[in-house]
Nanobody, 123 residues
Framework: QVHLDESGGGLVQAGGSLRLSCAVS????????MGWFRQVSGKEREFVAA????????SYADSVKGRFTISRDYAKNTVYLHMNSLKPEDTAVYYC????????????????WGQGTQVTVSS
């Protein structure tokens, strides 16, 4: 019943920006901590960013800190990932996920996942 629908991925040059969206149905985002993960072919899915139920300042992987920002729009029941100063190493499939856990950087704690959206950054 819970469905996460990512959008906003695409091809962008290094230094550019993208905004990813995660529209959630079947569950209020205020009931979950929300996270973004990414995966490159041949590697494990890795933590990118997360936001708590209260909003807070967010949590970020060191590799994206200062460049990416996670946010919520409660009225739209949507979570966003604003990505600035993109680098070729940011190229990956990005996944939105929801968890009731406080261990928001741990992949195995997430119960619901979107289908992913491809982000490709050219040099």
């Amino acid at each position: 019943q819970v469905h996460l629908d990512e959008s906003g991925g695409g091809l962008v040059q290094a230094g550019g920006s993208l905004r990813l969206s995660c529209a959630v149905s079947g569950r209020a985002i205020s009931s979950s901590a929300m996270g973004w993960f990414r995966q490159v072919s041949g590697k494990e899915r890795e933590f990118v960013a997360a936001i708590s139920r209260s909003g807070g300042s967010g949590s970020y992987a060191d590799s994206v800190k200062g460049r990416f920002t996670i946010s919520r729009d409660y009225a739209k029941n949507t979570v966003y990932l604003h990505m600035n100063s993109l680098k070729p190493e940011d190229t990956a499939v990005y996944y939105c996920a929801a968890t009731s856990s406080t261990m928001v950087a741990v992949k195995s704690e997430y119960d619901y996942w979107g289908q992913g959206t491809q982000v490709t950054v050219s040099s």
